[in-house]
């Protein structure tokens, strides 16, 4: 088994900055690749940004340029540093890890929430 804990969301104006981290617990030895998801109300889920083990990361279109993940194999975390934020960012936003047999864990989820 592999726990998540996200932390870093809040309330920022348009425009500000956040950066959210993901602490990974229990079984890592079997993460491989780790991602960012986030859904907004009414709306499903969505990738946002995944990073493999070797460091390379991946993002959707809505947040190139914005947003940055980064992990840090060593303290078993992933961080998602995100810039320029518009109010269409505003999600709940989840860390999610999977194992090398495709197995998919997921975090509790921080909102993030940006007014105009």
């Known amino acids: 088994q592999v726990q998540l804990v996200e932390s870093g969301g809040g309330l920022v104006q348009a425009g500000g900055s956040l950066s959210l981290s993901c602490t990974a617990s229990?079984?890592?030895?079997?993460?491989?690749?780790m991602y960012w998801y986030r859904q907004a109300p009414g709306k499903q889920r969505e990738l946002v940004a995944g990073?493999?083990?070797?460091?390379?990361?991946n993002y959707d279109d809505s947040v190139k340029g914005r947003f940055t993940i980064s992990r840090d194999n060593a303290k078993n975390m992933v961080y998602l540093q995100m810039n320029s934020l518009k109010p269409e960012d505003t999600a709940v936003y989840y860390c999610?890890?999977?194992?090398?047999?495709?197995?998919?864990?997921w975090g509790q989820g921080t909102q993030v929430t940006v007014s105009s």
């Open positions: 990073i493999t083990s070797g460091g390379s990361t």
């Open positions: 229990g079984r890592i030895s079997v993460i491989n690749t």
């Open positions: 999610k890890a999977r194992n090398n047999l495709l197995y998919d864990y």
